[in-house]
């Protein structure tokens, strides 16, 4: 799969020449402005952004750092927690006017900032997308952060359950395998291990090489140990890729092919790996995507923005497989892509 | 060399095969008789405490394998064991859908699980059956099924063998199941509503019916069925509700209901909106306080388990001899003895102290606080050794899964290090470090959301039960309350001059607010602390409640976890001091002790009830 990467200060050079909407996802995390603020010259149709029901008062913080041309045209969604039905339909909504800019322009969705499950309820809404929406480009945006709180990053688990389009198809003939891509987050994914109370327990790390620094490495592999400590010998490893999607879709694929079992996911790493998730159980509608709702979040000190984004082709890792799928072209004037950081 | 399975894993009940369950699991019915009784009961304890294992253990293939010398009609009753599962119930379309559309559709996925397993153990023991007999009740179900609009391939369920033909049930249960999910994601990418035109089959029209027809089958004596509704938290509030109407209809005894919880149950409003009560609609059996109540008999049966465990490993040792004492603490502690044996003797040691008349009894008092002192002089307070079986036991606190996890995390140190070769024993060293690292991680969950997020996240208590915790300022409270009871229980082992040295657990008198009853039962249903009655002193006097802090926070805190504890007495004022403040909860109390204001009768040693 081609991924590109590009710092920001790139960014405007590839999307100069067309109209673009994006949608975004408002965060106490700074991430969610840097990236939108380096497109805030270009031709933009609609620029949308989904906002909590409360917004505390780091994320109102970002909001002033947010570019004065994007401010006089957003457009502010509000998403109930919980990612319901309403949820769903709102973001639906959202995204199919993001369409109306026409096979001209490109959608873009800065994916950096929304909570898992809603990112996967883009997913699966851009899976089930009118096939005529597939002619025009849309992109995911994903920009890295340099650094994560070493403290914590999130803690107090509200609940635990399947994530909206992804419920699987359970079967109570099969045992249940909970298969955690761990990230950061040691007891969100304890938790949900512990509620699933599975026969079998795959616990995945990151790929080294493809971490953006050894701290991060370092931490990923700390509270994978941790983990795998809890649930004995007998939990299976693998590891996952960080960066393709693709790939963690493949890796997916020959992990839960035991028909024996029921799979429930946990993409519990960077929003990549979680869209890796997301195609493969989008492709394979017996997987269940499993979600914990927190209480808390670090606010203060969550994560530091990188320089880099990923960007993503929907018409490539999406659209392609499915029918009617056709990979839009980009317009002449856009640059090449190639991976530059 | 194969690989040495762990001897500790704690294994899902479900997973295993009856024959398995029979032979090699140790019986625990008889700790809990009224489960056996002819009603309906909920059983409630915290994860670990072994009521999935139970309830499997109750089940008739496995009852009928291990009294293979009698057949199944000499049963006392018939158990089909039903797990709730997560994944089955736990899925935000269909909790959408009941919400919306109504029980009906609950109360089918109910329907089709028991059903799911009530053939499950026809086919366990269709040898035994009257083939003519299955066939009436496979063409009853097919019926019953129809007639509450459902479709069945007659081919499948009326050729091939009697197993064939009950998988094929099976089939048709997972697959009803099945399109209800399917039907459930179609609203949500659909513009318009589609139908459902699938099969809705309730307790009345369906499974009553079904149930009755499976008495008539051959061998089936006219005994009760126990449906044996395994966690029932994992159940999304509004199907909880089904649950309740249906244990409202009293069906017993021909059908009695056992549900399973682990104290997250959130309602016993029927779908009428009455509530069922206990004891007249149903028994409520808490396990955690049946072990809390005898130590010994919990005791006796983790020496059970980790025996057979033990064995089927291959491993011959016994359990003290698995997990030894650490040598060099034992040894302090034998000396120990002797001095306060022979200050007793001397006269040197106050022998009126009130509650304590016996050598035996001041040794057994006093010896731990004294190593802790000595330690904690020494700044070597972190080298107190809890390692040993008797204290991984008493560490365990009445739940079998907190013996077996923490053994299962050192078995696999051990073994790993150990080249291959099986372990005969766990280093104390080991034993000591697993169980710090256990003990602080219980400790360090609990954490104090920030007040601003209590307040920007709602979490509706309409939505699904699913162990929530609605009340996130509950959480804070708890941490206080703990944190109090643990900091006052260590300097009250601190202090040479305290009576009573050792002390686990609070007895409350007065009546406690609502808030304050909401965070001790938040503490109970988190494992932080169990709840038993302390007998009544006076003959007119309620039992009042005893709360005793779990033992695997002992580590944490470094408190003495062994053997006989003292309570202390308190009011339901200084329980709410505590809540708010433990700096103000513990300066309160030392002070009242050092003016002498508390009486020695606020603690008292319980010898009966403390293990």
């Known amino acids: ?92 909504g959202a995204v199919e006017r993001a369409f109306e800019v026409g096979v001209d322009g490109t959608v873009l969705i800065d994916v950096s900032s929304f909570k898992r499950d809603e990112l996967l309820i883009v997913l699966s809404i851009l899976g089930e997308i009118h096939p005529s929406y597939r002619k025009i480009n849309c992109e995911l945006l994903y920009l890295e952060a340099s650094e994560m709180s070493d ?38 994914a304890k938790d949900i291990i512990d509620a699933y109370e599975p026969s079998k327990v795959m616990i995945g790390k990151g790929i080294k090489a493809e971490s953006i620094n050894p701290e991060l490495y370092s931490r990923n592999e700390q509270f994978y140990r941790e983990l795998k400590s809890y649930y004995g010998s007998s939990c299976e490893e693998f590891e996952f890729s960080l960066l393709d999607p693709i790939k963690v879709k493949n890796t997916l694929k020959s992990l839960c092919g035991n028909s024996q079992y029921n799979y429930v996911v946990a993409p519990l790493n960077n929003k990549i790996s979680c869209i890796g998730a997301g195609l493969f159980a989008l492709e394979n509608q017996d997987i269940q995507i499993g979600y914990s709702d927190v209480l808390e979040y670090n606010r203060k000190s969550y994560s530091v923005p990188g320089s880099n984004v990923h960007i993503l082709s929907v018409n490539e890792i999406l659209w392609v497989d499915q029918k009617g799928g056709v990979v839009a072209t980009p317009s002449e004037e856009a640059p090449s892509l190639e991976l530059e950081i | 060399m194969k690989k040495l399975e762990n001897p500790f894993t704690v294994k899902k009940p479900d997973d295993m095969e009856p024959s398995f369950v029979a032979q090699y699991f140790v019986d625990t019915h008889t700790d809990f008789k009224k489960l056996a009784e002819s009603n309906n009961s909920f059983l409630n304890g915290p994860r670990g405490t072994g009521k999935s294992m139970l309830l499997r253990s109750m089940e008739m293939t496995v009852a009928s394998e291990r009294n293979q010398s009698q057949g199944i009609e000499e049963l006392d009753y018939l158990g089909i064991h039903v797990p709730l599962r997560r994944e089955d119930f736990g899925i935000t379309e269909i909790v959408t859908l009941i919400n919306t559309s109504g029980t009906a559709i609950g109360e089918h996925l109910l329907c089709m699980c028991i059903s799911y397993h009530l053939v499950r153990n026809l086919i366990e023991l269709s040898e035994k059956l009257d083939q003519q007999k299955v066939d009436g009740f496979i063409k009853e179900f097919s019926e019953l099924f129809e007639a509450c609009g459902g479709v069945i391939d007659s081919e499948l369920v009326s050729s091939g063998s009697v197993e064939n033909k009950l998988h094929n049930l099976q089939v048709v249960c997972e697959k009803s199941n099945s399109n209800i999910r399917q039907y459930a994601k179609r609203i949500l990418f659909s513009d318009v509503m589609p139908s459902y035109t699938g099969a809705l089959c309730g307790l009345r029209d369906f499974l009553l019916p079904l149930i009755r027809e499976m008495k008539f089958i051959g061998y089936f004596p006219k005994k009760p069925i126990y449906l044996m509704l ?60 049946v072990y809390t109540n005898s130590s010994d008999r919990y005791s006796k049966r983790v020496q059970q388990i980790v025996q057979r465990r033990l064995e089927l490993s291959g491993i011959i040792a016994a359990p003290q001899e698995f997990f030894p004492e650490d040598e060099s603490q034992k040894r302090r502690l034998e000396e120990i003895k002797e001095e306060i044996r022979s200050e007793y003797e001397n006269g040197e040691r106050d022998s009126l102290r009130k509650g304590s008349s016996r050598v035996t009894d001041e040794v057994t008092r006093y010896a731990v606080p004294r190593l802790m002192r000595e330690l904690h002089k020494s700044k070597s307070s972190h080298t107190f050794s809890y390692a040993g079986y008797s204290s991984l036991v008493n560490l365990s606190s009445g739940i079998i ?101 050792r002390a686990f657990s609070v007895v409350v008198r007065q009546k406690v607010s609502a808030e304050l009853q909401e965070v001790l039962s938040l503490g109970i249903r988190l494992g932080y602390l169990q709840r038993t009655d302390n007998s009544a002193k006076e003959l007119n006097e309620a039992r009042r409640p005893r709360y005793i802090l779990a033992r695997r926070l002992g580590p944490a805190f470094k408190l003495d976890i062994s053997g006989y504890a003292a309570h202390l007495s308190v009011t339901a004022e200084q329980l709410e001091i505590a809540i708010k403040s433990p700096e103000q909860f513990v300066k309160s109390r030392t002070r009242a002790i050092q003016d002498s204001s508390e009486s020695h009768d606020q603690y008292e040693l319980d010898l009966a009830s403390e293990g």
């Open chain 1, 1 to 92: 799969m081609m991924t590109t990467v590009l710092s920001t200060s790139r960014l405007l050079d590839r999307y100069r020449s067309r109209r673009i909407s994006i949608l975004t996802r408002s965060s106490f995390e700074e991430r969610w402005v840097k990236c939108i603020n380096s497109l805030s010259s270009l031709n933009i149709s609609t620029f949308t952004v989904f906002c909590s029901e409360v917004k505390s008062l780091e994320t109102l913080k970002t909001f002033e750092d947010l570019d004065h041309r994007l401010l006089a045209i957003m457009s502010e969604i509000t998403l109930p927690a919980g990612g319901n039905a309403e949820a769903y339909g709102i973001i639906r």
């Open chain 1, 151 to 188: 403290d914590w990053l999130s803690r107090n688990t509200l609940n635990v359950r399947t994530v909206l389009g992804y419920s699987g198809d359970p079967r109570q003939s099969k045992k249940t395998c909970v298969v955690v891509m761990v990230g950061h987050e040691l007891i969100r």
């Open chain 2, 230 to 289: 395994d966690d029932a938290d994992n159940l999304p509030r509004c199907m909880q509700r089904v649950i309740n109407s249906w244990i409202s209809m009293r069906l017993y005894p021909n059908i009695c209901l056992k549900v399973s919880t682990q104290l997250g149950y959130a309602t016993y409003l029927t779908l009428d909106n009455r509530r069922i009560e206990s004891p007249h609609d149903f028994t409520s059996i808490d396990v955690g306080s």
């Open chain 2, 401 to 501: 899964r907190w013996f077996l996890e923490p053994a299962a995390q050192m078995f696999d140190e051990v073994y790993a290090s150990s080249q291959g070769e099986v372990p005969r024993s766990i280093l104390p060293r080991v034993q000591n470090e697993v169980i710090y690292r256990w003990s602080k991680e219980f400790s360090e969950e609990l954490v104090i959301p920030e007040v601003s997020d209590i307040q920007n996240n709602f979490v509706s208590k309409d939505e699904s039960s699913l162990h929530q915790i609605y009340d996130y300022r509950l959480l804070q409270k708890l941490h206080n309350l703990i944190t109090a009871l643990g900091i006052f229980f260590r300097n009250r082992l601190l202090d040479e001059n305290a009576s009573e040295q």
